[in-house]
């Protein structure tokens, strides 16, 4: 491993690897997503495929697809170097639902969550929101302000969404790199108070 | 060896010796080119040569899939392949915590996030 083969890889190496952390974004479909990663990110947002071979349509429907044999399922992210050894990956999930298959790829050992909310569209984010719900993942609901979302609106939204007064709710503009640092400062503290609760 | 649809195939086939389940590494996983990789001379498989000269500064298992312009699955065998070899380090934050708790779950590490998201 890379931790161990210094000897191995000679002098000119440094003498321990950066680290590597992640942050989910989840949401609906066209909610920004991909806007919200590149308003950080220091990189135009890249886009990474994985096939969903046979192996996955056991779980997963196939039945509107031309293709039934493979399908190819995409996501979008961005990268933030944080300081010399440290880089933080924002990766958005793939917008429709039935690609549950990679969620657990992109979630795995992932700092939380960042579910991007359109409150006309409220029914979209569902899915993501029973996932890390499901699976104990931190997250905070970002509402994106695409039509001036008012600060008492708020509440209602997540009397809508059945989530918690535990968990943090931000009114955002995916377009705004100081609005998106917010969401995602939000989302760390979140992620922090929650080691220190147990 | 090419797909019907000319894609190539044959990194799917690949398996030699790996130490851990492709399926493992993770996508943040950073690849760095050891100095194997770099004095080892061009490398007969494209995709190979174009992996090893990107990560001269480490890349993601992510970036390294979007840039070369490959499936992840594909970037995850090419890769696992090539640290067998020597040719590549992988640093697997979640390996790298193995026996305690994961990064994201350290709160050291989540303050270093936190204070960089701050400055950025």
Redesign the interface.
């Known amino acids: 491993m890379a931790f161990v083969d210094s000897e191995v890889s000679g002098g000119t190496q440094a003498d321990q690897d950066a680290l590597s952390v992640k942050i989910v974004v989840a949401g609906g479909f066209g909610v920004g997503k991909t806007t919200f990663v590149g308003a950080v990110s220091e990189i135009e947002p890249l886009r990474t495929e994985a096939l969903m071979t046979e192996a996955s349509t056991s779980v997963d429907d196939l039945s509107m697809l031309p293709d039934k044999r493979t399908t190819t399922v995409a996501m979008d992210f961005g990268r933030i170097t944080l300081a010399d050894d440290l880089v933080l990956y924002l990766f958005g999930t793939p917008g429709q639902n039935r690609f549950w298959f990679m969620w657990d790829d992109i979630t795995r050992g992932a700092i939380g969550a960042v579910v991007l909310v359109d409150t006309r569209r409220l029914a979209d984010c569902f899915g993501a929101i029973d996932y890390v719900e499901q699976r104990g993942i931190p997250f905070v609901v970002a509402l994106n302000a695409f039509n001036g979302i008012q600060e008492h609106d708020v509440e209602d939204v997540r009397d809508a969404l059945q989530v918690g007064p535990e968990v943090p709710f931000v009114v955002t503009d995916a377009r705004d790199r100081e609005s998106v640092k917010v969401v995602l400062v939000t989302l760390v503290e979140h992620a922090m108070s929650l080691i220190q609760q147990t | 060896m090419a797909a019907p649809d000319g894609r190539r195939v044959r990194p799917y086939l690949a398996t030699r010796g790996r130490t851990r389940p492709v399926?493992d590494i993770?996508?943040?996983?950073?690849v760095?080119t050891?100095?194997?990789g770099r004095t080892n001379g061009s490398d007969p498989e494209p995709e190979r040569e174009r992996i090893l000269r990107l990560c001269h500064s480490?890349r993601?298992v992510?970036?390294v899939?979007?840039?070369v312009s490959m499936?992840?699955?594909v970037?995850r065998v090419l890769v696992a392949d090539l640290e067998t070899e020597?040719l590549v380090?992988?640093?697997?934050?979640?390996?790298?915590f193995a026996g305690s708790e994961?990064?994201?779950?350290n709160?050291s590490?989540?303050?270093?996030?936190?204070d960089?998201?701050?400055r950025?």
């Open positions: 399926q993770a996508i943040e996983a950073l760095s050891t100095k194997d480490p993601s992510a970036e899939a979007a840039i499936p992840l699955g970037a020597g380090r992988v640093a697997d934050p979640h390996a790298a994961e990064p994201a779950r709160l590490v989540l303050e270093r996030v936190r960089g998201l701050r950025l």
